[in-house]
């Protein structure tokens, strides 16, 4: 099977060959610098550092606005970039606007995901994390009931924005996954209610999930933290699975699977076992062994790996991935 056909397998709950071995996320930047130290060529862009290590290969488009506007001098990212409508209207609906993508890369991209070589992840801006970064982090918590007009305004104009995105893309190729980036939990739980979700996040996702259904795209969203409560939520609106499962969270794969079982998982694995040695993986991995043997599972780092883990310890891992992803089936 090729790295794409099994992964499109296992998330179909289908027989494969082995589990792909994949680490989604990937590394922190400190990560990188001490690989590179330690003999990691420094050339390598991202799918050659996954392939320098024997991983799967997929590639993330991430598609946001964000990018497009600019942050206000000497101000923190957690307090955002605006303080009232007027600064929307100045900094972030024109980035909101402007919808143009370069196409070439994905051109090649396209090539290779024909042939089974990699899988493609186009990711957005979510309808929490799009908002958190306008507003900042604790403005944004209190804009929904302060300035909750203005954060309908921003979700309305950021769907728009996706729904243009995932047109464009779609036009060069059809992405394997669309993953939402949202980040709603900590390690007690979502950071919203229920009643906020459905009328803040909720009626956006059901405008853009549909649309990416009918073309076979998996969807999924990212959130860190403990998002077990959340998982209805998600469902109601279409959404299929989620990542990345952090384990110092509270996050039980095992009861994910019991509650909710044809909910797609990718992560789950405790990256703070890692450095710890061939015991401590080995460990790590059997406890997910059971989930990995269901189906719709895919074992992979809870969040970016540290750098605590060297070039070697990082070889051993996937050395002990493979052969757990083997023995999954």
């Known amino acids: 099977m090729t790295p794409r056909e099994r992964f499109h397998a296992v998330m ?38 996954l392939r320098w290590y024997g991983l799967d290969v997929h590639e993330r488009l991430w598609s946001t606005p964000r990018w497009r506007f600019p942050r206000l001098p000497l101000r923190p990212r957690s307090q955002g970039v605006i303080d009232s409508e007027a600064d929307y209207e100045r900094l972030v609906a024109p980035a909101l606007a402007e919808r143009s993508l370069k196409l070439e890369p994905l051109r090649g991209m396209a090539a290779r995901q024909a042939a089974g070589e990699v899988i493609v992840e186009l990711q957005v801006d979510g309808f929490f994390w799009f908002p958190r970064e306008v507003f900042g982090v604790e403005p944004h918590l209190y804009a929904f009931y302060d300035q909750p007009e203005l954060m309908l305004r921003i979700n309305e104009a950021l769907c728009e924005y996706n729904l243009a995105m995932l047109e464009t893309v779609c036009g060069v190729l059809t992405p394997d996954v669309l993953c939402f980036a949202e980040d709603l939990s900590y390690n007690h739980g979502p950071m919203l209610s229920r009643e906020q979700f459905d009328r803040f996040l909720a009626p956006f996702y059901r405008r853009i999930v549909p649309r990416a259904k009918e073309r076979g795209i998996l969807t999924m969203v990212d959130t860190d933290g403990d998002m077990t409560e959340a998982v209805p939520w998600f469902q109601s609106v279409g959404i299929e699975g989620c990542l990345p499962l952090e384990r110092m969270a509270g996050v039980d794969v095992a009861e994910l699977r019991r509650r909710y079982p044809k909910w797609r998982m990718i992560g789950g694995y405790d990256k703070t076992r890692t450095h710890l040695g061939e015991p401590a993986v080995r460990a790590e991995l059997e406890r997910l062994l059971p989930v990995m043997r269901t189906g719709g599972y895919i074992p992979s780092t809870d969040h970016q790996t540290p750098p605590d883990v060297g070039v070697q310890g990082f070889r051993e891992y996937v050395r002990l991935l493979h052969e757990y992803c083997r023995k999954a089936v």
């Open 12 to 49: 179909n709950f289908q027989p494969v060959d082995r589990l792909p071995a994949m680490e989604w996320l990937c590394w922190w930047d400190k990560t990188l610098e001490r690989w590179r130290g330690e003999g990691l060529p420094a050339d390598l862009n991202r799918e050659g550092v």
